[in-house]
Nanobody
């Protein structure tokens, strides 16, 4: 099993930055696809950024150019650097992991508890 714990959320003003971290336990974590998802009130869960075990990266169009996903396998940690934050980025952010990067959101196997990001205008 893989356990994921997010941290780094908080409240910021529009234009500000946050860095989310996801600590993963389990010695197979480095072989997994890792991703950040978010869910805003009244909306479904959406993929924000995904990084494969081979470091291929994909971003949602809404965050392209503003967010950067990275992973440090030595530390078993996933990061999401969030810059130029907008009010519409307000959501609960979840770290997730799965052997297959192409799965639909609902099919990802491992999930953290989430960390809240609130961006005020």
């Amino acid at each position: 099993q893989v356990q994921l714990v997010e941290s780094g959320g908080g409240s910021v003003q529009a234009g500000g930055s946050l860095r989310l971290s996801c600590a993963a336990s389990g010695y197979i974590a480095s072989s997994l696809c890792m991703g950040w998802f978010r869910q805003a009130p009244g909306k479904g869960r959406e993929a924000v950024a995904v990084i494969s075990s081979l470091l291929s990266i994909g971003y949602a169009d809404s965050v392209q150019g503003r967010f950067t996903i990275s992973r440090d396998n030595a530390k078993n940690t996933l990061y999401l650097q969030m810059n130029s934050l907008k009010p519409e980025d307000t959501a609960m952010y979840y770290c997730a992991a799965d052997p297959d990067c192409t799965r639909r959101d609902s099919e990802w196997q491992y999930w953290g508890q989430g960390t809240q990001v609130t961006v005020s205008s």
